[in-house]
C-alpha cells in the first residue's frame, strides 16, 4: 500500500473514531428522533391525511426523514470536527504533514459522509421494522443518496472552515440547514400547498433532493429526476472545488 493511501485511511480512521467514541449521541439520538417522528406524525397526522398520492402517510414521509438523517448527521460532523480541531490547534499538525490537501479534505469528508450513512441505514431498519417500505426504483435511490450525503458532507466542511465559533455552525444548521429541509417537503407534498407557497417550495433546493429519495423508495415524484440528478452531482462537484481550494490555501485554518 502506498504512502498516500496509508495517509488517508489514517486521517479517516481518526474520523470515525472520533464519533464512535460517543456512541449514544451517534446513534441512540437519532433512532429515537425516528421512532418519534414515525408515531407522532403516523398516529396523529397519518389518521386524518390517510393516503398522499395513493401512498399512506406515514410511508409517503419516511424517504424524507432516511434523507434528512443522512444530510443532518453528515454535516453536523464535519462542521463540528473542523471547528473543534482548530480551536485546540489539532489541524495545525495534519496541515503540516506530508498529506496532500486533497487527502486532508477526502478524509473529512468521508467521515461525515460515513456517519451519516451509518444513521440512515439504522433509520432505514428502525422504519422497516415499523412500516412496509418499498424500494422500487434502487439504481436512482443508491446514487441520490450518495450524492446527498457527499453534498451534506462538504456542505459541512465548508461551514466548518468559515466558522470561528461554535456559534456560527450552530447558526448554520438551526437557521439555514432545518429549515431549508423541513420546508423542501418531508412531511408533506408541494402539490397540496396554495400559492406563494408552492413556488417558494420550489425554489428550495432541498426539495429536489428529497423527490429523488422519494422515487427510489416509492416510485412518486414532483420533480424531473434527470434533471435533479444532474443538478446534484454539479452542485457536488462545485463545493468540493471551493474547498480543495481553501484546504490548498489554507484559508481560515492556520492560525
Keep these: 500500500m502506498s504512502e498516500g493511501y496509508i495517509r488517508f485511511f489514517s486521517l479517516l480512521r481518526r474520523e470515525v473514531s472520533r464519533f464512535w467514541k460517543i456512541k449514544r449521541q451517534t446513534l441512540g439520538a437519532p433512532l429515537l428522533e425516528t421512532f418519534l417522528y414515525i408515531s407522532v406524525f403516523g398516529a396523529a397526522l397519518g389518521s386524518r391525511i390517510d393516503t398522499l398520492h395513493g401512498v399512506d402517510y406515514v410511508v409517503f414521509i419516511v424517504p424524507g426523514l432516511i434523507m434528512m438523517a443522512w444530510a443532518i448527521n453528515a454535516f453536523s460532523n464535519n462542521s463540528s470536527s473542523i471547528l473543534q480541531q482548530k480551536f485546540q490547534r489539532a489541524i495545525d499538525d495534519q496541515l503540516s504533514s506530508p498529506a496532500s490537501p486533497l487527502e486532508l479534505l477526502l478524509a473529512f469528508s468521508l467521515g461525515g459522509f460515513l456517519r451519516g450513512m451509518l444513521i440512515a441505514t439504522l433509520t432505514f431498519l ?124 489554507g484559508y481560515r485554518l492556520r492560525a
Design 126 to 249: 428502525t422504519a422497516s421494522v415499523l412500516i412496509d417500505l418499498p424500494v422500487e426504483h434502487p439504481l436512482i435511490l443508491i446514487p441520490s443518496l450518495f450524492l446527498v450525503g457527499f453534498f451534506f458532507s462538504q456542505l459541512g466542511v465548508l461551514v466548518g472552515v468559515r466558522a470561528e465559533q461554535f456559534d456560527d455552525v450552530s447558526f448554520a444548521q438551526t437557521f439555514v440547514l432545518t429549515p431549508l429541509i423541513f420546508l423542501g417537503g418531508v412531511f408533506y407534498s408541494s402539490s397540496l400547498l396554495p400559492e406563494p407557497y408552492q413556488t417558494l417550495t420550489h425554489l428550495n433546493p432541498v426539495y429536489y433532493m428529497i423527490n429523488l429519495v422519494r422515487y427510489g423508495f416509492l416510485g412518486y415524484t414532483e420533480a424531473s429526476i434527470a434533471l435533479s440528478l444532474g443538478f446534484l452531482t454539479v452542485a457536488v462537484g462545485v463545493l468540493m472545488a471551493i474547498n480543495l481550494r481553501l484546504f490548498t490555501q
